[in-house]
């Protein structure tokens, strides 16, 4: 078995206030945000689910700190977001390794930013995600899914406050993807962090998280918020959450399709 | 392991199921081909020794005992098991050699002094192995320095043209300018200018190498995927970790293609600076040799800047496969 690092101290609560934001795409500019407020509670999962090209990565990129807000302040702790941080850690939807670090050596990037040496902690988080004795593997030699693994190990060993989740499982295999949906959300249980993630699978968004935010098309607005008042163990054919899944479909203009 | 790089006919073998077995599996027909190796050379040896010369030649006695020398040593490495691979190529060479020295040696059959014996080139190491040794230390220190500061300055002016657009400004339209003149263009310039002529020729090979290193670097460090800066800044990394630690990794194979591209246009300015103001190194040997009619001198010359050349590609190979071992594949040299 998997030892279970402590739960962390403190998960961010964050406050996004009338968002805007946009880019010049062939010299016009295209509004993609569009007035977004959201409050996030410490320690929730909230899926985000929008139409592809809505903006859900631009408002990540936003809260990661990457990017500043055309409009608006989004704050963490009532402190403004100036830029990105440790504390905000980004799993992007490609694994993004980088080609020339080992296994171990991807996962230990954070510490070699903050010029930390805390080995016990990667090799704990490698652990966790399963890719014990692939420390040495360089990345091409690792499949889809131990590759998003390493990834997510890459993010846990910042002991993020916030766990910023880009359709993490989006090119896995169905069931890869299962796995890691399971592992995610014991994760998430476990060490207590806020986990926004952006999802395309309504499923996946009913199963793990405790608040669904639908968005419009681009420009995104929020159109919905839906609270999941379901217990943390949830079995996919739970009539509540095939209710939830319809309602939800509705919302995003697919209720002839569900 | 992977194949061999060269298949050797004794190595790789069809077996009649028509399986490719290799090495142990067809020990009836491999162990043969590298005994063969050694007589070989002593057959080079013993034409070398026994029939006469056609003229006067020198160190023939010499040259029959290098063979004889090189016959012992191949029938070491046979018996120790280690010349598999390498079986076909010294055979052929000692019955190159053999061939040669029958040919003008012993028949003289092409005309003199274009076309040296074996014994010659000998000679000329035996006798004048010190200019030869100071001029490839020669080549080789100014080699080193020029080399090492255009290696040095292209990959750094490359990382500054693909991450700071200030910096693309003001020094583009000057390597667009400079880089692409072949960097002999400026060597008569540089003579005039530069009081030094070693300084020059220096000043010149950093050019020459610095301009392929900095276009590859450049554009290797364009080609970074941003997400890889991405993942770095949302971990909290600043400018310099991006730069060093992602940005130049990244580049890396590109680099090394740079500084691989680099190095052949050294090659070249090298020997021309030398034969045109250096009065030290293999080119100027190769000048004064020309000058005096010395084609054995000449040859000799040819050969030892030849093997400096290709050892120094096979030393940069080498380091680039050490440094890129990450990489899936990389070019065999
Ligand atoms: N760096 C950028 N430059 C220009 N346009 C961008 C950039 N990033 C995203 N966009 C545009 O913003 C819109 C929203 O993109 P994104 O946030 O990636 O959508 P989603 O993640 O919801 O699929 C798209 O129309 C995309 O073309
Ligand atoms: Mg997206």
Same mark, same amino acid.
């Given at each position: 078995m998997v030892t279970t690092p402590t739960r962390?101290?403190?998960?961010?609560?964050?406050?996004?206030d009338h968002i805007d934001h946009g880019y010049m795409i062939g010299g016009v500019f295209t509004p993609v945000l569009d007035d977004i407020s959201l409050s996030i509670a410490p320690g929730e999962f909230v899926a985000l689910l929008g139409p592809s090209g809505c903006g859900k990565s631009t408002l990540l990129r936003l809260i990661a700190g990457l990017e500043p807000p055309h409009g608006g302040t989004i704050l963490a702790e009532d402190i403004p977001i100036s830029g990105p941080g440790p504390d905000r850690i980004v799993m992007f939807q490609d694994p993004t390794l980088y080609p020339w670090r080992t296994v171990r050596g991807n996962v230990a990037l954070g510490h070699d930013i903050a010029g930390r040496k805390d080995p016990a902690s990667v090799d704990a988080a490698i652990e966790l995600v399963?890719?014990?004795?692939?420390?040495?593997?360089?990345?091409?030699?690792?499949?889809?899914?131990?590759?998003?693994?390493a990834a997510l190990a890459r993010a846990l060993v910042n002991d993020p406050r916030v766990l910023i989740l880009d359709e993490p499982l989006g090119k896995l295999d169905s069931l890869t993807r299962l796995t890691m949906q399971t592992e995610l959300h014991r994760l998430w249980r476990d060490r207590g962090f806020t986990a926004i993630m952006v999802t395309h699978d309504v499923e996946e968004a009913l199963l793990l998280a405790t608040r669904i935010v639908v968005f419009s098309p681009r420009p995104a607005r929020i159109i919905a918020d839906l609270p999941i008042d379901l217990p943390p163990h949830r079995h996919r054919d739970d009539p509540r959450l095939l209710d939830l899944r319809k309602n939800i479909l509705t919302q995003l203009g697919h209720s002839a399709d569900w | 392991?992977?194949?061999?790089?060269?298949?050797?006919?004794?190595?790789?073998a069809h077996t009649p199921s028509g399986?490719?077995?290799?090495?142990?599996?067809?020990?009836?027909?491999?162990?043969?081909?590298?005994?063969?190796?050694?007589?070989?050379?002593?057959?080079?040896?013993?034409?070398t020794w026994r029939w006469p010369d056609a003229d006067d030649f020198p160190d023939t006695n010499q040259l029959a005992a290098l063979f004889c020398?090189?016959?012992?040593a191949l029938t070491v490495t046979a018996a120790l098991r280690r010349l598999s691979a390498r079986a076909p190529w010294a055979i052929a060479l000692g019955l190159g050699f053999t061939a040669w020295e029958i040919i003008q040696a012993k028949l003289l059959w092409l005309p003199r002094p274009f076309f040296g014996t074996p014994q010659d080139l000998l000679d000329v190491f035996l006798t004048d192995w010190r200019r030869l040794g100071d001029s490839l230390l020669h080549s080789l220190g100014l080699l080193a320095v020029g080399y090492g500061i255009g290696a040095a300055l292209g990959v750094a002016i490359g990382i500054g043209l693909g991450r700071?657009?200030?910096?693309?400004?003001?020094?583009?339209?000057?390597?667009?300018?400079i880089g692409p003149l072949p960097p002999v263009a400026l060597l008569p310039l540089a003579f005039i200018i530069i009081?030094?002529?070693? /300084?020059?020729?220096?000043? &010149?090979?950093? !050019?020459?190498?610095?301009?392929?290193?900095?276009? @590859?670097? +450049?554009?290797?460090?364009?080609?970074?995927?941003?997400?890889y800066y991405d993942v770095a800044r949302t971990m909290g990394a600043r400018n310099r970790f991006l730069v060093l630690r992602v940005a130049l990794p990244a580049a890396m194979p590109q680099i090394f293609v740079g500084l691989f591209m680099g190095l052949g246009v050294s090659f070249a300015t090298l020997v021309v600076a030398e034969m045109l103001g250096v009065k030290s190194g293999l080119g100027f040997y190769m000048q004064w040799?020309?000058?005096?009619?010395?084609?054995?001198?000449?040859?000799?010359?040819?050969?030892?800047?030849? /093997?400096?050349?290709?050892? &120094?590609?096979? !030393?940069?190979?080498?380091?680039?496969?050490?440094? @890129?071992? +990450?990489?899936?594949?990389?070019?065999?040299w």
């Open positions: 962390i101290a403190h998960p961010l609560g964050l406050e996004l399963g890719l014990k004795g692939f420390e040495r593997a360089w990345p091409h030699q690792l499949s889809g899914g131990m590759a998003q693994r | 392991m992977s194949s061999p790089n060269t298949p050797s006919p004794n190595q790789t399986q490719t077995a290799t090495k142990s599996g067809t020990s009836s027909r491999r162990p043969l081909l590298p005994w063969v190796a050694g007589p070989a050379w002593f057959l080079a040896a013993l034409v020398t090189i016959g012992l700071s657009l200030r910096f693309r400004y003001w020094v583009r339209p000057l390597i667009r300018l009081p030094s002529s070693r /300084l020059a020729s220096e000043a &010149l090979l950093a !050019l020459a190498a610095g301009f392929p290193t900095t276009i @590859l670097t +450049w554009s290797g460090v364009a080609a970074v995927d941003p997400a040799a020309q000058g005096w009619a010395a084609y054995p001198n000449m040859y000799a010359a040819l050969l030892v800047m030849s /093997l400096m050349c290709t050892g &120094l590609v096979t !030393l940069l190979f080498k380091v680039r496969d050490r440094v @890129l071992s +990450w990489q899936k594949d990389g070019l065999k």
